[in-house]
């Protein structure tokens, strides 16, 4: 059974710093291209950053210099530093785990930027 399980989110200041963590299992993580996206109530999940299984990174416009993307293959785990957050950040945020056709995806964890 694949699961993808994501943590670290919570409420913090405008300008403040979090690191998601996306754990996955049943997977050979190593081969798959990972993806952190993100979803507001009413409007549709956007993509915010991407790593390939070789290592190579993309990122949405309105995180680059902010966001980074990483994973740790051994931990079978991938992470999303996030700094410098603004209140437009705000949104639950899902990874994703894509390889061929297929694709799974975790539950989610809730970002709020707020003061």
């Known amino acids: 059974q694949v699961q993808l399980v994501e943590s670290g989110g919570d409420l913090v200041q405008p300008g403040g710093s979090l690191r998601l963590s996306c754990e996955a299992s049943?997977?050979?993580?190593?081969?798959?291209?990972i993806g952190w996206y993100r979803q507001v109530s009413g409007k549709e999940r956007e993509l915010v950053a991407r790593?390939?299984?070789?290592?190579?990174?993309d990122y949405d416009d309105s995180v680059k210099g902010r966001f980074t993307i990483s994973r740790n293959n051994a931990k079978r785990t991938a992470y999303l530093e996030m700094n410098n957050l603004k209140p437009e950040d705000t949104a639950v945020y899902s990874c994703?785990?894509?390889?061929?056709?297929?694709?799974?995806w975790g539950q989610g964890t809730q970002v709020t930027v707020s003061s």
């Open positions: 994703n785990a894509k390889l061929s056709s297929r694709n799974y």
């Open positions: 049943g997977i050979i993580f190593s081969t798959y291209h």
């Open positions: 790593i390939d299984s070789a290592g190579r990174r």
